[in-house]
């Protein structure tokens, strides 16, 4: 399944607006203003919640709650020794890596992709394609996605990045 995740350019909070090769609307994605830490909410097209993003307040290292009616999935960021993380879902044995900065990454369950997302060609603004192995496998992976997204809007990695 190819989807098309384009980030809203000029709006007071981030959003993200998900469609299939066709245009079509699949997910939309929303953070919160006004709420205890940063949040994403996830919609299908005609806005029924499908799932919640947030971050953990109390947690030994940086955990992140992915929240939806199949249930909660923990995300955990693991720092490397290339000083690039990867985020490690535990419970559908998900790891996503690659390179943060040009966007040229994978979700990987084992030694099998689960979802490939890499800048979508001959696009404007912050324009991502995403491959996902199944449609079952589309809302987690978008959402292990935008908890990259929101980790990295946190604070730059290293000092020079500053």
Known sequence: ????????????????????????????????????????????????????????????????????????????RIDTMRKVPEYRAKEPGWTLKGDFTKKDLKITEGLHTVAHIRPKALSFGETLKMDVRSEAEALNAVALFLVSQMDASKKPEKAEEK
């Open 1 to 76: 399944m190819e989807l098309i995740i384009k980030k809203a350019k000029i709006t007071a909070l981030e959003k993200y607006e998900v469609t299939d090769s066709k245009g079509n609307l699949v997910f939309g994605v929303k953070g919160e203003l006004i709420s205890v830490g940063k949040r994403f909410r996830i919609n299908d097209a005609s806005g029924k919640e499908l799932a919640e993003i947030s971050k953990k307040k109390i947690a030994v290292r940086d955990t992140y709650v992915i929240s939806s009616k199949s249930g909660d999935i923990s995300v955990f």
